[in-house]
């Protein structure tokens, strides 16, 4: 069910998505007037769709499964430093809490809107069925730009986004992490919003934090390291040496600037990188170690800019997912490997370090080449994996060393991967289709074997 700011229901419907049938007699699957002009949404139910067309799901379950559970949309007023008032939107969405608790991040961009909350929310339900988690599916975000916004303004608006969405989280509700524009910090904030009004330290309610606060050692590098571990077992499969392997990186955030470093420390060259403000490359391999420290060296207050860094050239931002290389690792938005570009591709291996960042259209292209694609539902689930063993030490107060949470995260980013490719070889299925296989069923039968109450 969808919410309005002032928590009345804005949305209900009943009964199939639509009158009309797809391929091989499944339900077509259409957005709910909330979400039907969000491409991101029409997308992942597209996705969600294919995987019903190659695996039997019960119809009233897969009606389920194409709405969110909870959508709630919030008005963040807060006071400026300049003294005048300004008016934020924020979101948080609920796709399921059949498996546990949602579990998703919350991200700060200008362009967030509900669908893209609502899609994201919904590829969390599958990431977490991959990997065996016992979360559901959330997600939330604010339309803002951080980078516009004071460290006092971000606080107030990340407590007053707290406060507003209070009515739905919880450690055993919903459970907040950093995302794009977001950092540890504003889980600090998260977290001690929520204590203040529970009257006690509940570490529980975010994972992400500082460490200090009951973080997770690891956590900030667990998805990039999912990513590198997913890529060297690509690598292994297609019988390419990391030594003799180059790598392209778009996207240098946390995400990225971690499987960067992680695929350089195993003797990949890292030819080519980007972030928001321009791209860099260098044919002979660019120092990662010296550009991270780089960057980590600049004031807060200042965005270093990635082309000034010495010992690259500048290069066209636009021209970076077609570079010629053995990884390509997207690791930004979605939606950036469509139709047009996707014919260009000279990668041998895609990693998905984003979520979403190849289109459907942009799929079928990629099925007739020989590119080896870890999508996203898979490769960038590291997060969530040690997200999830940060509530376990936070609700248990036993906190892991972490040498234990590197190895648990190995161990099931390489299971869920197995699992993943004897599916897709087995039943000759692209990867996305097998990956997204695995964690809508888990989820359908989860469904299936609760019940519909009343």
Same mark, same amino acid.
């Given at each position: ?7 009345? /229901? ?89 498996? +546990? ?132 077992? *690509? ?54 170690? =010296? ?7 600049? /004031? ?41 570009? *996707? ?95 695995? +964690?809508?069923?888990?989820? =359908? ?10």
């Amino acid at each position: 069910m969808a919410v309005s700011p002032a928590g009345a /229901p804005v949305s209900a419907r009943e009964g199939p998505a639509s009158g009309g049938v797809g391929p091989k007699g499944v339900p077509d699957l259409s957005p709910d007037p909330l979400f039907e002009h969000s491409v991101v949404f029409q997308m992942a139910l597209r996705q969600l769709q294919t995987v019903a067309e190659h695996f039997e799901i019960e119809s009233g379950v897969l009606e389920r499964l194409s709405k969110p559970k909870r959508a709630l949309i919030v008005s963040c007023p807060i006071r400026m430093d300049k003294g005048h008032t300004e008016n934020f939107i924020g979101f948080r969405v609920q796709h399921s809490l059949t498996s +546990g608790p949602a579990k998703g991040g919350l991200r700060f961009h200008p362009n967030v809107d509900l669908g893209e909350v609502a899609a994201l929310a919904m590829w969390m339900s599958w990431k977490c069925g991959i990997m065996n988690l016992p979360f559901g599916g959330g997600k939330g975000g604010i339309a803002c730009d951080p980078a516009t916004l004071s460290r006092g303004e971000r606080e107030r608006l990340t407590r007053r986004y707290t406060e507003e969405v209070g009515v739905i989280i919880g450690p055993r509700q919903d459970v907040m992490a950093p995302d794009m524009g977001t950092d540890e910090q504003t889980m600090a904030w998260i977290m001690d919003t929520y204590s203040a009004r529970v009257g006690y330290a509940c570490p529980e309610i975010v994972t992400g934090k500082p460490v200090e606060l009951g973080g997770c050692v690891g956590r900030r590098e667990a998805t990039g390291r999912g990513v590198v571990y997913c890529v060297v077992e *690509a690598l292994k499969e297609l019988k390419i040496a990391p030594e003799s392997a180059t790598a392209v990186v778009q996207g240098f955030g946390n995400v990225g600037s971690v499987a960067a470093a992680e695929l350089h420390s195993r003797g990949v060259k890292v030819i080519a990188v980007s972030d928001r403000y321009g791209a860099i490359r260098n044919d002979k391999g660019l120092d990662i170690p =010296a550009l991270n420290k780089y960057m980590s060296e600049a /004031p807060p207050e200042s965005h270093p800019m990635l082309t000034n860094f010495p010992g690259a050239e500048a290069c066209d931002p636009n021209e970076l997912l077609t570079m010629k290389c053995t990884v390509l690792v997207p690791a930004a938005l979605e939606r950036v490997i469509d139709e047009k570009n *996707a014919p260009k591709l000279q990668c041998r291996v895609i990693a998905e370090g984003a979520n979403g960042p190849t289109t459907p259209d942009a799929d079928k292209i990629i099925e007739r080449s020989d590119i080896f694609v870890i999508p996203d539902v898979l490769c960038n689930a590291g997060g969530v994996t040690v997200s999830y063993f940060e509530w376990v030490q936070d609700i248990q107060q036993l906190m892991w060393s972490e040498e234990l949470v590197n190895q648990k995260l190995r161990e099931l980013m390489l299971r869920s991967f197995a699992t993943v490719r004897g599916l897709a070889v087995d039943r000759k299925l692209p990867m996305r289709v097998a990956a997204l296989s695995v +964690g809508v069923k888990k989820v =359908a039968l989860e469904k299936d074997r609760r019940g519909l109450f009343p």
